[in-house]
């Protein structure tokens, strides 16, 4: 089934034909062709592992970055960890149909918000290749087509997953675009064909749709996510939570780029927070009142610029800087963050009502760390992808939020007065 | 109060910092500044009346239509009935601050998906000076800064207006744009300012927005509506849900544009259906089949062409075609219908499931009118418009679409393992 062949008007025509199919479908049918295609993975390892190797040595021809090659490469213990994605995300409860609420007219008409999927989903992506089956699974389960246009870096390891997958999914449920920039433009601009484009890639890929596109966009963030520190805050939990924050994983969206200290608990905090952070080799860009309270970390400590505070630095940087109260706090969030997860540490439940009311977030977090927002940690099961944007969906993308709705409104031959 | 003589992005960066403001006014404040609004409203009558009289007097001269001056005219009763609308929206709910779900995580952390404002709403709008009270009021009530951009054919009734409005308001919440289409391109092209705009207009003012616009669009409906009249149907129901989504409001965008009857109840249906539809003066194109069964009245009816099924007549004139199937009825609703309200009168309670199932629309009526749609006979007691689209608000938009959420996770310490 030659799904990488065709054009991305065909390939966006036959998955609106295969959307009107899916909506029909039950659950059982829709989780049978998941576990199909879990199935598939698993007995076509060698085929994809050798699909990838030809990718792997393009990329290091291509002279990519090991973290890149990493992200590209697949072994056999990474395809059993794909297909068993796919199993839990048919365990996951159907989306399609849920009644999201109901209510009696006054005149008697019965109204109900029904949950129904969006039609055709498409996903752009970069490099790791695992996203074609899980965006692909998390489509089928939300009772929706998908057109992938995944990265040329990728191009023969997406080509064999995205057969086995629309091999056993309904006809035309899964396609595969590829192609440059103008492929990009043209699915950008299907309007009638295609319900929402979700990027999943860095500033240049948003800057390139947000510039052609015609069909509704949901960006995929970039997190530029802060911990604040409050003045009540309990020090061993602040300090667990902003190691957490910016360590635990470093290179993800969700991790801190920036911590904020209460200058009531700068005097005591600081030094053991800065000694925590070094002693976890992170480079720290750190504003003069905090320099001040280094001591002896003093000279392993660089100068924050005014950029810093803007940065998501994806590694073991984080900048540093003392404010004078919450309100202070929240204007540095605001002003500088991405609107991705924001913590405070508090003992204060004044601060923490304060915090959570005046931060502009998709998630703001109260004595927890930044580090779950994620479609799996909220129990959605699995996401595609983490909204920062402020329409139809916020925060974690899951099964719901590959939906949207109808109303259904029963009477008895009602007409208007 | 010079609200109309600033630039676009002036008003724009006025608003954004309004919205921080509103996000955290109780309702108490919100209610207290919409009623002070409505007393201004009707203390201020006479001004309004005679800003209203030069919109007039220019329209007459640019010969506009008796329909779109009517649209376009105000006196004392219409603004009490403005002031009274705007009573009505502080008499709601505030949306804010309702928790839509809240649930616990297995290792503790609380999470509640709480409703907050959307920040900066843009309304663009054509004639109706009532739109510029109707939307300031709706987002004032949902926490939001509005910028509003009407037609220069209003210029002056809006311009008074939304000064009242804005005086009564916190500062900066409601702000008026002038200007031609560069302004409205600017407007569009506001990222970080504006974080959604409502267009209230013409495909032409569609058409121009979806070149232009990078911040998200919802596009206030056209509506291409059907009633499917199914093979059981009631006839004397059937009649009744055709006349009133037809004739009670033909100018709007929930009334009937196409009817369509099942071949097994239209030689008992069609005749009757016709005459009164006749007897309503509403002009009939209608198919071969359609022609074949009417009787005494086929030297009053018009021939359908292709065009007939796509286009919104928003007049007294009604498509009719005759089907063999619910499937097909479907069919047809979804090749050409808009997606907005749609309709079956049956008996059949397959028949009325295959429907409600299979149409793709914002709303499904069951043995009722398409005119229900409509945010005020939904409960939402007013709304902005009414969207098509798939994305956030489906349907009425009220003060709930108007929002977004953010999580709120507390725990108690929790970092991630």
Chains 1, 2 share one sequence.
């Not at 790791?128 to 998908?146: E, F, H, W």
């Not at 590829?178 to 990027?199: K, N, S, T, V």
């Not at 020090?235 to 939570?241: G, L, S, T, V, Y």
């Amino acid at each position: 089934m030659a799904v990488a062949t065709r054009s991305v008007t065909d390939v966006c025509v036959a998955a609106r034909a295969a959307a009107r199919r899916l909506a029909a479908l039950d659950s059982g049918a829709k989780d049978a062709a998941l576990h199909a295609i879990a199935d598939a993975l698993v007995a076509r390892t060698d085929e994809i592992v050798e699909a990838n190797a030809n990718d792997m040595e393009a990329g290091r021809e291509a002279g990519l970055s090991a973290a890149l090659l990493d992200r590209l490469m697949l072994d056999s213990a990474r395809v059993s960890a794909i297909a068993a994605q796919v199993r839990d995300i048919a365990a996951l409860r159907d989306p399609v149909g849920e009644v999201i609420e109901g209510f009696r007219l006054p005149n008697g008409l019965d109204v109900r918000k029904e949950r129904v999927p969006l039609g055709v989903v498409a996903v752009v992506y970069e490099a790791r290749p695992n996203v074609t089956i899980d965006a692909a699974a998390l489509c089928l389960k939300s009772g929706n087509a998908i057109v992938l246009r995944g990265s040329s870096s990728a191009a023969h390891s997406n080509a064999v997953l995205a057969q086995i997958a629309a091999q056993h999914a309904p006809e035309g449920a899964i396609g595969l675009v590829e192609g440059g920039r103008e492929a990009l433009a043209e699915l950008a601009r299907q309007e009638g064909l295609i319900d929402l484009i979700i990027p999943r890639g860095g500033e240049g890929l948003k800057a390139a749709l947000r510039e052609v596109a015609t069909v509704p966009v949901i960006y995929a963030a970039s997190g530029n996510c802060h911990v604040y520190v409050d003045a009540s805050a309990d020090p061993d939990k602040a300090e667990a939570i902003v190691l957490n924050a910016k360590t635990q994983r470093p290179g993800v969206c969700n991790a801190a780029e920036t911590l904020l200290v209460h200058t009531d608990a700068a005097p005591a905090f600081v030094p053991r927070v800065l000694r925590a952070l070094r002693g976890a080799g992170v480079e720290l860009r750190v504003d003069g009142r905090t320099r001040a309270l280094a001591g002896e970390l003093a000279g392993e400590l660089l100068d924050a610029v005014e950029e810093d505070w803007d940065e998501e630095f994806l590694a073991l940087v984080l900048a540093v800087r003392i404010v004078d109260s919450v309100e202070e706090a929240i204007e540095h969030v605001n002003a500088h963050g991405s609107g991705h997860s924001e913590a405070i540490v508090t003992a204060d439940a004044a601060s923490a009502r304060t915090f959570r009311l005046g931060v502009d977030a998709a998630c703001v977090y109260v004595n927890a760390s930044t580090r779950f927002t994620d479609g799996g940690e909220f129990g959605m099961g699995a996401e595609i992808g983490n909204s920062t944007q402020k329409l139809h969906a916020r925060g974690p993308i899951g099964l719901r939020e590959l939906c949207t709705f109808k109303y259904v409104v029963e009477g008895d031959g009602h007409i208007r007065p």
